[in-house]
Antibody
Framework: QDQLAQSGAEVKRPGASVRVSCKPS????????IHWVRQAPGQGLEWMGW????????NFAHNFQGRVTMTRDTSIGTVYMELSSLRSDDTAVYYC???????????????????????WGQGTLVTVSS | QSVLTQPPSASATPGQRVTISCSGS????????VNWYVHVPGTTPKLLIF???KRPAGVSDRFSASKSATSASLAISGLQSEDEADYYC???????????FGGGTKLTVL
């Protein structure tokens, strides 16, 4: 059974950075992209971006470009999401999620769009407060 | 502001049928399939419907969904108190090369 295990809760000051880890198990690490989705208090789910664990390639939602970094360590099978210049409105639960199908890329664009998240991490609460 | 538009709330009494709408555009729902997730605060989101109208194993047939052009809808029949949760639509969006979500609909069972 596929699982995603995330790191624990974090408390950060405004302006700081936070790094959240996500360790997949139950499947080959490099076979599936990992996405990051967050939910702020009282708000809906917000997609942040994805990383290709095989190549390290990334793609970020416009709202996070310039502030988010996604990396992976293939030696330990873990992906990371780092968000910098934290603000109070970055307080949220951050989830990693795995798509149900492997992606096919065509000229940098994912074409396997009939896809959904079949596995989610347990969520990591990041609190930004002075 | 979410890319897909859902009503913020919906309510009905036990046993009734309720529908939740989801409106998008050509770049997302118009070109790609729609998925629905259910989320109880404090837990992990769970897949409810995939590929417009398919239910994963274990999801009750009280849940159904459809898609037409750039809109989709989720229907829940025989409403039960345990259905109280937040419901999200999602679809791939070619403009962002990633998925987009609706703002979520909080379902209250009166």
């Amino acid at each position: 059974q596929d699982q995603l295990a995330q790191s624990g809760a974090e408390v950060k000051r405004p302006g700081a950075s936070v790094r959240v880890s996500c360790k997949p198990s139950g499947y080959t690490f490099t076979d599936y992209y990992i996405h990051w989705v967050r939910q702020a208090p009282g708000q809906g789910l917000e997609w942040m971006g994805w990383i290709n664990p095989k190549s390290g390639g990334t793609n970020f939602a416009h709202n996070f470009q310039g502030r988010v970094t996604m990396t992976r360590d293939t030696s330990i099978g873990t992906v990371y999401m780092e968000l910098s210049s934290l603000r109070s409105d970055d307080t949220a639960v951050y989830y990693c999620a795995k798509p149900s199908k492997q992606y096919t890329m065509l000229r940098g664009v994912i074409v396997t769009t009939d896809n959904w998240f079949d596995t989610w991490g347990q969520g990591t609460l990041v609190t930004v407060s002075s | 502001q979410s890319v897909l538009t859902q009503p913020p709330s919906a309510s009905a009494t036990p046993g009734q049928r309720v529908t939740i709408s989801c409106s998008g555009s050509d770049s997302n729902i118009g070109m790609n399939t729609v998925n629905w997730y259910v989320h109880v605060p404090g837990t992990t989101p769970k897949l409810l419907i995939f590929s417009n109208n398919k239910r994963p194993a274990g999801v009750s047939d009280r849940f159904s969904a459809s898609k037409s052009a750039t809109s989709a809808s989720l229907a829940i029949s025989g409403l039960q108190s345990e259905d109280e949760a937040d419901y999200y639509c999602s679809a791939w969006d070619g403009n962002v090369n990633g998925p987009v979500f609706g703002g979520g609909t909080k379902l209250t069972v009166l």
